[in-house]
């Protein structure tokens, strides 16, 4: 999807980094289990960041060691299934099924082939998913259409076009009837999906303006000047601020040194990583059993 979500490993401690590597074995493991195969291959950072936040604060993430295909002799230590898992799990099926078809609708036959291919392996295990979870699946549709309108207008508007993805995110953590966990992960999920949208965009900008794809940055700084990332930045940043006063207001559990790792150190590390054009480098570097 697009993995921008993730800690720093330089400034994160071993315990925490072992932690989170078995939250995102643990999401590959409930992917594989309930929704095939087929479904591991579109894994990501930014779900097993959801699946720590969901987790409630006596959830001690009881381990295992389960084989995996990357690890067929040996396993590969990863939390065991839980409610927090599964949400997470189901709900990165959804929105990728979404995205493939966004993906399709895109583009030219040719071109959409292995989205289209993709899509049809996937089919099976959205459906599961979509029973699942409606809700989220109803909202995921309704929100990338609404998106997909506006790119369409060429929106220039970059408050309103984030806008959509950030309720998108929200949305996959739904209101439980406490107050004190609803607003903040609310808040916190809503400015990481703007966050993600923008900082996509950027990464994104040089191929939308050689092959003339809608860009929201393009729409709004056609010159995209040095003052423009520097007004970009500055708009991106808001958005990491208010994650972090969100988060702030979360009870803890044995994840939140992760989650404060990736809210104060990852994302920004990302951050310049993208506007200073080394972050596609940067993942040529470290796959995915890295952090």
Known sequence: MFGYVRPNPDTLPEEAKTRYEAVYCGLCQTMGKRYGGFSRLFLN????????????????????????????????????????????????????????????????????????????????????????????????????????????????????????????????????????????????????????????????LEEDRQSGRYSPVLARFPQWSEEDKTYLRQLLDQSLNLMGAAFQLLERNVWSPTVENIVYSGLPGVETLVFSGQWREHQKRHRRNDL
């Open 45 to 204: 950072y930014d779900f097993a960041l959801l699946a720590m936040l969901l987790a409630s604060p006596d959830e001690q993430g009881e381990t295992g060691c389960p084989k995996c295909p990357r690890h067929p002799i040996e396993g590969k230590t990863a939390c065991e299934t839980g409610p927090w898992l599964e949400r997470a799990a189901g709900e990165s099926v959804i929105l990728t099924y979404w995205k493939l078809w966004d993906t399709v609708a895109d583009s030219g036959f040719f071109a959409g082939l292995s989205a289209r291919f993709a899509r049809l392996l996937l089919r099976r295990g959205y459906q599961k998913a979509r029973r699942a979870y409606p809700d989220f699946d109803r909202q995921v549709s309704a929100l990338l259409k609404e998106l997909d309108d506006l790119e369409k207008e060429n929106c220039s508007q970059l408050d309103q076009v984030a806008d959509c993805f950030a309720r998108l995110l929200r949305a996959a953590a739904p209101a439980i009837g406490k107050q004190e966990r609803d607003r903040p992960l609310e808040q916190l999920l809503y400015h990481l999906g703007r966050w993600i949208y923008l900082i996509d965009a950027v990464d994104d």
